[in-house]
């Protein structure tokens, strides 16, 4: 096996022009190989990646500052984030989960601090230094029997939090929001999504790019795989064709695929599928760029479809139409789900939930599904740089499903989705 120094010159020589070893002209092999296999939509393919911009620490001090502002409105002392997207979000911290205490908390006023397992502390460190918490932040560090409840509790107290609220980031695990409870009795917890959503919800002119980005390469990876699509083909060899195609676009990603009957269950089945002539094939998923998700659905037919898919795909684009139309500052997220709701009705898929079995959206943005949510009973009004999944559906048990799914931004006067809406079943992504 060579060795790092031997590995680093061969890389160094191969920049050069210079004959390299052996063990470096093997993997070019390997990979030439790799996409000489590869269907010739999909191996023309270039990578998008030198379009990502990732986001900035001086962004991330943003986020962190308008935390702040949140949190004196609603009254709040500090924040806890744990290992998840919050964490990133604001500190560009990526930990994972497990038994042991990792916390960063932002107060409202005075320094963030973090509380670390000790031997952890250099790895943590290296995160801290390269993000906006550098320079700024302290780290408290226990031992394997010691408290790290103790440690958050001291840790707000030298703020001068001793009493009031400490928000509690939704996706803490409940073990450990108890155990600051113990630690510090005088502390009121409570929910951290008014901040945290209040931040994430809206979307700025970046965050927007970098979806926009992902929706088409998303879309980029379905054409390929459907212009690659052969009948006999299984459920598992169409999605690691979409699979493959997005890693050709520079990123990673993928998609659910349902054959048949089994489009008709929104979330699919294990069942195995094959593809065969005349079968519907629904399709769900995406990919991340610079940390923000594309989710997009697209329903297309091997052959030729019935007259019955085609009735029903008609019906399919006209909800997913009225939802976009519908959606606007100020108008309540209810709203949406209720005009794409009643094309389907009125077109005799109804009532309510017994063929559009889901909401028409869910909001988007570092993670697939986020709030808001596009939803019967929510009355919350949206507002420009609110990002959403427009995904009406028409389910028939048994026989097939129908899914279109873009992602939407609401405007400043009304919405628009980032990728062209799917024209028919025959010609899914418009090139006929």
Not at 81 to 91: A, N
Not at 215 to 239: C, H, I, P, R
Request: net charge negative; aromatic share 6%; glycine share 12%.
């Amino acid at each position: 096996m060579p060795t790092r120094r031997q590995f680093l010159g061969a890389s160094s020589l191969a920049i050069a022009g210079v004959a390299t070893t052996p063990l470096v002209a093997q993997g070019r092999r390997r990979e030439d190989q790799a996409q000489g296999d590869l269907p010739p939509a999909i191996a023309a393919l270039t990578s998008q990646e030198s379009r990502m911009r990732p986001i900035t620490t001086e962004e991330r001090l943003g986020r962190i500052g308008r935390a702040r502002e949140l949190m004196g409105r609603v009254g709040m002392d500090a924040l806890m984030l744990m290992g998840g997207t919050s964490l990133r979000y604001y500190t560009d911290i990526s930990w994972g989960g497990g038994e042991r205490t990792f916390a960063v908390l932002i107060p409202r006023e005075g320094s963030p601090f973090l509380v670390c397992p000790a031997f952890e502390r250099d790895r943590a460190m290296e995160q801290v230094a390269a993000g906006p918490l550098k320079g700024d932040a302290t780290i408290m560090t226990w031992e394997e029997d010691q408290s790290p409840y103790e440690l958050i509790a001291e840790g707000l107290r030298t703020r001068g939090v001793v009493t009031g609220q400490v928000g509690i980031e939704e996706s803490v695990r409940w073990v450990f929001s108890d155990g600051v409870a113990a630690a510090a009795p005088a502390l009121t917890l409570t929910s951290g999504t008014p901040v945290t959503a209040g931040c994430r919800m809206i979307k700025d002119a970046h965050e927007l790019e970098l979806m926009r980005l992902a929706s088409e390469v998303t879309l980029a990876a379905y054409e390929a795989a459907w212009k690659s699509l052969k009948e006999g083909m299984t459920q598992g060899d169409f999605g690691r064709l979409v699979s493959q195609a997005h890693s050709r676009l520079g990123f990673s990603g993928g998609a659910s695929v349902q054959v048949g009957e089994y489009s008709a269950l929104p979330h699919g089945s294990r069942t195995p599928q094959v593809i065969r002539e005349g079968t519907i094939l629904l399709i769900d998923g995406g990919c991340s760029v610079g940390g923000y998700a594309s989710d997009l659905s697209r329903t297309f037919v091997l052959g030729k479809p019935t007259d019955k898919m085609k009735h029903v795909f008609d019906i399919e684009h006209r909800a997913q139409t009225a939802a976009l139309r519908a959606a606007r500052p100020g108008v309540e997220c209810q709203a949406v789900d209720a005009a794409a709701r009643k094309v389907i009705e009125d077109a005799g898929f109804g009532p309510g939930y017994k063929y559009f079995t889901h909401r028409v959206g869910h909001g988007m943005g570092m993670d697939g599904h986020e709030w808001p949510y596009l939803v019967k009973g929510n009355t919350l009004p949206l507002a420009p740089g609110m990002t959403f999944s427009d995904e009406p559906g028409i389910y028939i048990p048994g026989e097939f499903g129908v899914r279109l799914e873009d992602d939407m931004v609401i405007t400043e006067g009304g919405a628009e989705l980032f990728t062209p809406q799917s024209p028919s079943l025959e010609d899914p992504f418009g090139r006929g």
